[in-house]
Nanobody
Framework: VQLQASGGGLVQAGGSLRLSCIVSGSTFTNYDMGWYRQAPGKQRELVAAISSGGSTDYADSVKGRFTIIKDSAKNTVNLQMNSLKFEDTAVYYC??????????????????WGQGTLVTVSS
């Protein structure tokens, strides 16, 4: 199983980016998919996740600005990021799991991880 994340880059504050993650090697129709991020010197944190049924959860810091979108037919999960802030700067990772929603915030709950894509927001 491989997760390939892409779409990171340098953007000015207030701008937008769209991250994509393609899952290969298996079909994850019945799995949850999510995006985490890790800034320098900080712990990895959940940004957004979406269940197999389409329920979503977002970190408070990104609510109203980020949207997670899953395309089960294509085995992809995207993260649309608008109104980016300097504090959104981090390496973003996509991940896959199948677990109760209350455990989504625990990195150890996620089975597979992508390699990460760097998002840099200039102030």
């Amino acid at each position: 199983v491989q997760l390939q994340a892409s779409g990171g880059g340098l953007v000015q504050a207030g701008g937008s980016l769209r991250l994509s993650c393609i899952v290969s090697g298996s079909t994850f129709t019945n799995y949850d998919m999510g995006w985490y991020r890790q800034a320098p010197g900080k712990q990895r944190e959940l940004v957004a996740a979406i269940s197999s049924g389409g329920s979503t959860d977002y970190a408070d810091s990104v609510k109203g600005r980020f949207t997670i979108i899953k395309d089960s037919a294509k085995n992809t999960v995207n993260l649309q990021m608008n109104s980016l802030k300097f504090e959104d700067t981090a390496v973003y990772y996509c991940a896959v799991t199948r677990i109760v929603r209350s455990s989504w915030s625990l990195p150890s709950s996620w089975y597979y991880w992508g390699q990460g894509t760097l998002v840099t927001v200039s102030s």
